[in-house]
T-cell receptor
Framework: IAGITQAPTSQILAAGRRMTLRCTQD?????MYWYRQDLGLGLRLIHY???????GKGEVPDGYSVSRANTDDFPLTLASAVPSQTSVYFC????????????FGEGSRLTVL | GQNIDQPTEMTATEGAIVQINCTYQ??????LFWYQQHAGEAPTFLSY??LDGLEEKGRFSSFLSRSKGYSYLLLKELQMKDSASYLCAVKDSNYQLIWGAGTKLIIKP
C-alpha cells in the first residue's frame, strides 16, 4: 500500500520559474491538503480539496494554485517561484473515520534561488 | 487570533517518562491531535482527544482539558527511537486544523 506519493522529493528552482509538485493517493480519501512547513512555524495550510472537483484556499494561498480533477491526484503549482517559497511541502489526505486524522506524503523539499 | 503553544525543545533520558504540554486558544473546538515527526520525515498520527480525560495507547497517553485549553502527551519507558518532534493540532469551529510549531524531543542514553 503506497498511501500518498509526492514528487519530486527535492528540487532546486530558479526564481521566476513555474513548478508543479505532484501528489497521488491510493486510499480513496475525499479530502486532500497541501501544507508548507518552515523552521519554527507550525504546518500552514496552502490549499485544500474536500472532494474531486472542488478546491479551497487555506491560510497561505498566495502564489500557489491547485486542481482536483479526480479523487487520486492533487497537484500544487507555483506559477512564478519566489525565494520565500523555499520550504518543505507536504501533501495529505484525511480518512473517513470520525477522527479524520491526516495521512501525509513524504514531503517535497523545494529551494528557490 | 488562534494560537497553539508548546515548548520548543525538551530533553529526557532513555527509560524515563516525559510530558509534552500544549495549550491552545482557538475559535471553537472539534478535537485535538498529536502527531510524531522524525527528522526529515512526514508527520504520523499518534492520538486524538475530543472529550476531557486521558486516552492511553501503549507507551503513549494523551490528556485533554477543554475548560483549560490544555493537553499533554505522556511518553513512558522512553526509547531512543522516540527522539522526534511532537506536533499538537486543534480542529477549530470550521473543522480546520491549527498547528503548533512542534516540540523537539531529544532522548539521551
Amino acid at each position: 500500500i503506497a498511501g500518498i506519493t509526492q514528487a519530486p522529493t527535492s528540487q532546486i528552482l530558479a526564481a521566476g520559474r513555474r513548478m508543479t509538485l505532484r501528489c497521488t493517493q491510493d486510499m480513496r480519501h475525499n479530502a486532500m491538503y497541501w501544507y508548507r512547513q518552515d523552521l519554527g512555524l507550525g504546518l500552514r495550510l496552502i490549499h485544500y480539496s474536500n472532494t474531486a472537483g472542488t478546491t479551497g484556499k487555506g491560510e497561505v494561498p498566495d502564489g500557489y494554485s491547485v486542481s482536483r480533477a479526480n479523487t487520486d491526484d492533487f497537484p500544487l503549482t507555483l506559477a512564478s517561484a519566489v525565494p520565500s517559497q523555499t520550504s518543505v511541502y507536504f501533501c495529505a489526505s484525511s480518512s473517513q473515520t470520525s477522527t479524520g486524522e491526516l495521512f501525509f506524503g513524504e514531503g517535497s523539499r523545494l529551494t528557490v534561488l | 487570533g488562534q494560537n497553539i503553544d508548546q515548548p520548543t525543545e525538551m530533553t529526557a533520558t532513555e527509560g524515563a517518562i516525559v510530558q509534552i504540554n500544549c495549550t491552545y486558544q482557538t475559535s471553537g473546538f472539534n478535537g485535538l491531535f498529536w502527531y510524531q515527526q522524525h527528522a526529515g520525515e512526514a508527520p504520523t498520527f499518534l492520538s486524538y482527544n475530543v472529550l476531557d480525560g486521558l486516552e492511553e495507547k501503549g507507551r503513549f497517553s494523551s490528556f485533554l482539558s477543554r475548560s483549560k485549553g490544555y493537553s499533554y502527551l505522556l511518553l513512558k519507558e522512553l526509547q531512543m527511537k522516540d527522539s522526534a518532534s511532537y506536533l499538537c493540532a486543534v480542529k477549530d469551529s470550521n473543522y480546520q486544523l491549527i498547528w503548533g510549531a512542534g516540540t523537539k524531543l531529544i532522548i539521551k542514553p
